[in-house]
């Protein structure tokens, strides 16, 4: 009974969070003002925050529908021409990881290694595995700057976003609300089963954040097919952002660490850097294909799919785009990077250096 009163004490304080973001038209309102007011109840009111695996996965369920149902055979064709910008923006938005955590393992005296895959622009949870893998790495120090770097990029890419130049040029036809709604019944209980389905073999192929990229690839495959998705609900968008603040907001604990302000202080700006790069990226990738800046800068943005996904959906970005470009980086750092990292450190243990 205690643990249910807590549930639905976190549940009306996230509410609560997001209400305030939405009065003071904040960017991203429900996700970044459930997960701002989840980390202030727990650290400043000392209040314990209850979620569950169901919540932070029927959110996930419902982000990757509405990023799915994005692509058309059209945006199909476009990102096709686009595969080697988007393995060349990975390779350099990598390459800018790797001089930062110089920066950063001096800064933060910490080991290279360690800073190495806190600063990777990967999955939270798929990186601090990776460094639970690798000798001398402190995974405790991994964490929080992944943790960091998630939260930074959480809330600053939508405030930049938002700045005049990064404005968009052109029509999108990505936005959530005006999928078409002209789905039959068969059609809608056909995309709900493929949702269900895709997201259960996902975690099955042990696919990276299983939830979001199962239900991505089954409902991208149906709406390239021709079938015709309906529109999501705006307060079942609302619920999902509240679930992945309160999830998000749940993982802070600065206490971890004992100097976790010189630390934070460090992380941050290491992650205002990678930013910063990453417009320079973005403003390249502008230059030579003819799409928005904000486009390009949330399709290489250092961030989770489901976060940039709900930020290009809500300033009227190109989601097919934003979201191939994120699913290309997110596969390649996981699938990729690991086993090259892992085998750069041994031979680099094995000869001594």
Known sequence: MKKILSLLETLFIAF??????????????????SLFIVVIWKLVVKRE??????????GLIIIGYMLGISFTYDTLIQMTKMLPAMFATTILLIGFSLLVSVFAAKFLGISFKTALIGMMPGGFSQMVL??????DVDVTSV???????????IYLVPAIVRIEWFGENSTSHTIASEAMTVSTTTEAVLFLVVTALSAVLAVKAKLPTPYLVGPILGCGILVISGFDPFSIPEPLLVTAQIFLGIHVGKMVDPKKLENWKLFGTGAVISCLILLLSTILIAGALKWVYPISLGTAFLSTAPGGIAEMGLTAQAIGADLSIVTGFQLFRIFFILFVVPPVVVWVF???RAFGK
Do not use: D
């Open 346 to 348: 041994k031979k680099h």
């Open 49 to 58: 925050i209850v979620s569950n695996p169901l919540m932070r996965n029927s």
């Open 16 to 33: 609560i969070g997001g209400l305030l973001f939405t009065f003071l038209h904040l960017p991203l309102a429900w996700m970044l003002g």
């Open 143 to 153: 964490t929080l700057i992944q943790l960091i770097r998630l939260l930074s990029v």
């Open 130 to 135: 990776l460094g639970e893998e690798i000798e």
